[in-house]
């Protein structure tokens, strides 16, 4: 870019410079009134008649957008016309845009192709591009000439390294020149803190820091309360590192507010007041920080310094999960699968749950797939449910092999691999895991009698730890044969136990068998609630059942609405029997409103309705 840009090289004479001051003037009031457009041209006729300051000021509001569209590459035109005019302030805001260069804004470009080539130009001008060697020039010649603000940027560019090579030497050195600067201070601080170019010199680090810290420094307060909140170059004085900390969370720094409130929860220099921390942590969190998200979660889930609020503490979960945290991935897909501070949202735990798998904890690989085989996200793909199943289990998770080797082990699956499948379930139940244990039993009573024994023992061993699936089997392994009457009794003392623990298959098959053997109305009481149990755990057969008791009076009074609304139930969960009999019921208008059109397609659909499966 060209350094051309005041009009007349000398000094204006007394008339140029009286007319300079006046469109200062009005432009100056103009600026005051908001009317920023008018501001501009005077602004810019002042310029043209050689006035830097005005130039400079033409720059800003290009940079702001004021009374003009907005336009860096603008902006940076108009400061080098005042730097050419050896306008101070000028030079480092040039050298800023230098740093960086100047592309055109969208709205820029969007209006480009509509002007003409002479009127783009002086509306924009061209892209500015970068120019790092000027902008070191500038910011030289300006701290040669004593501005501090310059020196500061020096340092601050070789310290950071961002658009050249870092050089702490110089950067110290520059920042040196600037001694009385507090961000100068801060960075000096932060040089003997950490020994850059220098040997580390904690005592000469908290000089500077609280050089910083008494001028205001949010950082440099941050920095010199750490240094007091600890024993080191000064004296420990948590009082005191509460006092600077608590500045410095004051001015908006989130990292301060972080720190200020771990103290005011732990009542570290000073009382605990955990409506401050929170008041702190909320606003950290505000500003984006994850530390501070996280700890707010935990501190509203778990409760006890403040009362506990789950819907917020899963909004925070699901704020940090957000951010990318691990952890919280985790806990927000457990919330969601909970129900915990939100109604329960299974997709959302899937998809919580798949983010946490690919970095998290084993638990979460384990959990995506479970929650792939239930069909949350979809119909249930293998390939992507072994995936996870064994991501987990390569993880350390032992609770993961049972599940896979059920995979493994099918063999309508094109991924089934019996031997390995069993090797699996073989190592885990040798574990004592229950699910192996009742998985590989089954398999033995399935397709090898010769390990009969071995399965009545692994199911016994298992439902013996309280594994109502492991109790059901065995109740029902037992039940087989109806001829002895020992083991009739051990099977509804097995069926009983995984009853009572929920499991929705022993609860119809204790109802079956009590309901055969039943001679008074309490037992057939007590059979029904069974039925009602399970039904209301998803069982179709169970509500089938209850159907054909209520419907045809069978040890219970006949109640045709009742026996209706249990076949309805079971059609909704797929049981085809129960449809067409509820066609039937239609179609005569029998407990229900009569509505043979609505009957005869419910008895239609019923020949295509997929029957219940055996109960799991």
Known sequence: MSASGREGGSRPGWLTGWRIAFLRKRAAARHAAKAFHSAVRLWIAAARLGDGASAYLVGEAYRRGEGVIRSLAQAARWYDRAVACDHGPARIRLAELLLTGAPESDAQSAARPSLPARARDAFFGEGLAPDVERAKALLAQAAERGDVGACVALGALYFEGR??????????DWFLRAPDDPTAQFALGDIFFRGLGVETDAAQAAVWYEKA???????????????????????LDLTAARDWIGKAADQGDATAQLQAARMWLAGEGGPVDAQKAETLLRAAARRG????????????????????????????????????????QFIAGRFAADGVGRPPNLREAARRFESAAEKGPPVAAYNFAALLARGVLGDPEPAAILRWYEAAAKGGLQAAEAPLAELLLDASSPLCDAPRGLALLEKAAERGEARAQTRLALHWLENDSARWEDADRLLRAAAASGDAKAAFELGRWLARDPSRPTRMAEAQDWLGRAAEAGHAGAQHLSATMALRRATTPPEVERAVEWLRAAAGRGSAAAAFQLGVLYCQGQQVAQDLAEGAAWYERAADLGHAVAQHNLGVMFVKGLGVEKDPKKGEDLIRRSSVAPRAGAES
């Open 213 to 235: 810290a008494r001028a205001g420094h949010p950082r440099g307060q941050l920095a010199f309360g750490s240094i007091l909140r600890q024993n080191g170059p000064r004296q």
């Open 163 to 172: 658009h050249i090579p870092a050089d702490h030497g110089a950067a110290r």
């Open 289 to 328: 920080s994850l530390p501070a998200t996280l700890q707010l979660a935990e501190l509203l889930s778990q409760g006890g310094a403040v009362e506990p609020d789950l819907p917020a503490a899963a909004q925070f979960y699901e704020r940090a999960a957000d951010m990318g945290d691990v952890n919280a």
